[in-house]
């Protein structure tokens, strides 16, 4: 697989507004999400591109705020949290979107889990995960069991993911955190860039195209995105590149 080259140009664009996923994005897929790595370098180049953009560089995750802070740390970014429940803005305030009733959903999934010690159930502000990495047999008992449990539920989606399946409220989603994005400083009139890696990206992809913006796949699989970079590494070097480079013409005024 190789990387479009177009890519490396979109992330380098000094007008863009850049939207960013986090695992499989920014750092390579853990066996559970706490053992990832956050490199030195990755920050760095945030750091930079964030001023070189005037601060229109954002991270939109499936992982709550407070974790991607802790992960990021030094660096407090913009950052949309549990697929847009949770999303803060350049102004620093956190908002939060009323959570739907996952009791059922809950109880399905512990259930399972404590039946099977291969996975384990997430529970975030707004959505409930339940991993299945250490026990990828077990794939469709854990869709089945979750399908049931929303069955009667409209206001829940379940959606699935690498080695995950995740139940969040129907209706939002990482486009949805784009668009508010979008519509505040610094990032409003901007073109929007998204780069994800999972099949829980494609609503960015889906609408930051649909807006004339740009979506790129990280990784192999099937996507709506238009372009794409082979890897996580690969994309983490892109940044790394894009944030060297100069500043020039309406930038530098």
Do not use: N
Not at 99 to 107: C, G, I
Not at 121 to 131: I, M, P, Q, R, T
Not at 166 to 189: M, Q, S, Y
Request: aromatic content about 4%.
């Amino acid at each position: 697989m190789s990387t479009d080259t177009a890519a490396h140009d979109l992330l380098a664009a000094p007008d863009c507004a850049l939207f960013l996923d986090f695992d499989g994005t920014l750092v390579d897929i853990a066996a559970r999400p706490d053992q990832v790595v956050v490199l030195p370098e990755m920050l760095a180049a945030l750091a930079a591109l964030q001023t070189r953009l005037e601060g229109r560089v954002a991270v939109v995750s499936g992982r709550p705020v407070a974790e991607l802070d802790a992960l990021l740390a030094p660096l407090r970014l913009p950052a949309a949290g549990v697929h847009g429940m949770e999303r803060r803005g350049a102004d620093g305030v956190l908002r939060r979107l009323p959570p739907p009733d996952f009791d059922a959903v809950r109880k399905a999934a512990q259930a399972l889990a404590a039946r099977h010690s291969g996975l384990w159930v997430e529970e975030k502000y707004g959505a409930l995960a339940l991993h299945y990495r250490q026990a990828p047999e077990l794939q469709e008992v854990c869709r089945a069991a979750l399908h049931e449990a929303i069955r009667y539920s409209p206001e829940l989606l379940l959606m699935e993911g690498k080695m995950i399946i995740e139940v969040k409220a129907a209706g939002i989603g990482k486009g949805t955190a784009i668009r508010d994005f979008l519509a505040e400083a610094p990032f409003a009139g901007h073109r929007a860039v998204f780069a994800g890696d999972d099949t829980t990206d494609e609503a960015g992809f889906d609408y930051v195209q649909g807006i004339g913006g740009a979506g790129i796949k990280v990784g192999a699989g099937p996507s709506v995105a238009q372009h794409r970079i082979a890897s996580a590494q690969d994309l983490r070097a892109a940044l790394a590149r894009a944030a060297a480079m100069p500043v020039t013409g309406k930038e530098a005024t």
